[in-house]
């Protein structure tokens, strides 16, 4: 089992920072690869940003691709989601995820555990 908690979400403007952090413990963390997801209200959940177990490789989908940068600490067992230039349709509840995968293939039906989520909420 890994267990994942979310920390960092709030309220920000729209043009603001935010940093989501994630950390895990119980298996290995650094055997996992991580992404961030998010869901909006009424929306599916997205892959926002994901990165090898190693941290050679990141992945970003062209909505946040410059905004968003994922990293990982693999001797705190913890990853981080940096999102600048922050807009109100990036209001969503994030959640971070590990997969046991390659990142290539990595999308919500792939991962193997997930934490509760964190709010981030983008006021115009």
């Known amino acids: 089992q890994v267990q994942l908690v979310e920390s960092g979400g709030g309220l920000v403007q729209a043009g603001g920072s935010l940093r989501l952090s994630c950390a895990a413990s119980?298996?290995?963390?650094?055997?996992?690869?991580m992404g961030w997801f998010r869901q909006a209200p009424g929306k599916e959940r997205e892959l926002v940003a994901a990165i090898s177990w190693s941290g050679d490789s990141t992945y970003y989908p062209d909505s946040v691709k410059g905004r968003f940068t994922i990293s990982r600490d693999n001797t705190k067992n913890t990853v981080y989601l940096q999102m600048n230039s922050l807009k109100p349709e990036d209001t969503a509840v994030y959640y971070c995820a590990a997969d046991i995968g390659q990142i290539e293939f990595m999308n919500e039906y792939t991962m193997d555990y997930w934490g509760k989520g964190t709010l981030v909420t983008v006021s115009s």
């Open positions: 119980g298996r290995t963390f650094s055997n996992y690869a």
